[in-house]
């Protein structure tokens, strides 16, 4: 089945960089789309970014210029790069899968597949 384990939150303070990873197993990562997905404290699930396997990107407009999604498909690893972190960046983070391209799946809060996420926090 899907598995999919996220590594690499942690605190920082306003302006610092984090960067997480998904190693994703189970399935044939370049027939999915990859993404993030967040979740504050009494706030609803939100999309981050996506990738898909032809490398086609997406962004919340909340984190554009801000973060970059990438991936390195012979390892079946995600990464976020998450750069001029804000207070409101602080989120469980997941790593998210869904089969399909960018044009084709559903919002990334809506994926299919779930990790067990990565706690990122951005102190002020």
């Known amino acids: 089945q899907v598995q999919l384990v996220e590594s690499g939150g942690g605190s920082v303070q306003a302006g610092g960089s984090l960067r997480l990873s998904c190693t994703a197993s189970?399935?044939?990562?370049?027939?999915?789309?990859m993404g993030w997905a967040r979740q504050a404290p009494g706030k609803e699930r939100e999309g981050v970014a996506a990738i898909d396997s032809a490398g086609s990107t997406a962004y919340a407009d909340s984190v554009k210029g801000r973060f970059t999604i990438s991936q390195d498909n012979a390892k079946n690893t995600l990464y976020l790069q998450m750069n001029s972190l804000k207070p409101e960046d602080t989120a469980m983070y997941y790593c998210?899968?869904?089969?399909?391209?960018?044009?084709?799946?559903?919002?990334?809060?809506?994926?299919?597949?779930w990790g067990q996420g990565t706690q990122v926090t951005v102190s002020s």
């Open positions: 998210v899968a869904e089969r399909g391209t960018i044009a084709t799946t559903p919002a990334v809060a809506d994926f299919s597949y």
């Open positions: 189970g399935y044939t990562y370049s027939s999915y789309c």
